[in-house]
Nanobody
Framework: QVQLVESGGGLVQAGGSLRLSCAAS????????MGWFRQAPGKEREFVAA????????DYADSVKDRFTISRDNAKNTVYLQMNSLKPEDTAVYYC??????????????????WGRGTQVTVSS
């Protein structure tokens, strides 16, 4: 089992920044690729970003590329999502997830094994 707890969400004006954190406990954190997803009201949960076990590779949804940065600190069992130039359409509950990898980084939420409870991000216009 891997337990994941997100933090860092909040209310921010358009153009502002937030940094989300996801603290992991349980099994060896560095064995897992990590991902961030988000879900807006009435919409499907969608992929945002993913990072490989050692942090050497990352993948981003087109909608957040060049604005968001995913990173991880395996010594602290934590993955981060730095969000800059936020837009109202970024408003959602953000979830982190752990993927015990059989292949490379994945965007399909159904491939992820463990999930946090989410943190709300609200961007006002």
């Amino acid at each position: 089992q891997v337990q994941l707890v997100e933090s860092g969400g909040g209310l921010v004006q358009a153009g502002g920044s937030l940094r989300l954190s996801c603290a992991a406990s349980g099994r060896t954190f560095s064995n897992y690729h990590m991902g961030w997803f988000r879900q807006a009201p009435g919409k499907e949960r969608e992929f945002v970003a993913a990072i490989s076990r050692r942090g050497g590779s990352a993948d981003y949804a087109d909608s957040v590329k060049d604005r968001f940065t995913i990173s991880r600190d395996n010594a602290k069992n934590t993955v981060y999502l730095q969000m800059n130039s936020l837009k109202p359409e970024d408003t959602a509950v953000y979830y982190c997830a752990a993927d015990y990898p059989t292949f490379g980084l994945r965007r399909n939420k159904n491939e992820y094994d463990y999930w946090g409870r989410g943190t709300q991000v609200t961007v006002s216009s």
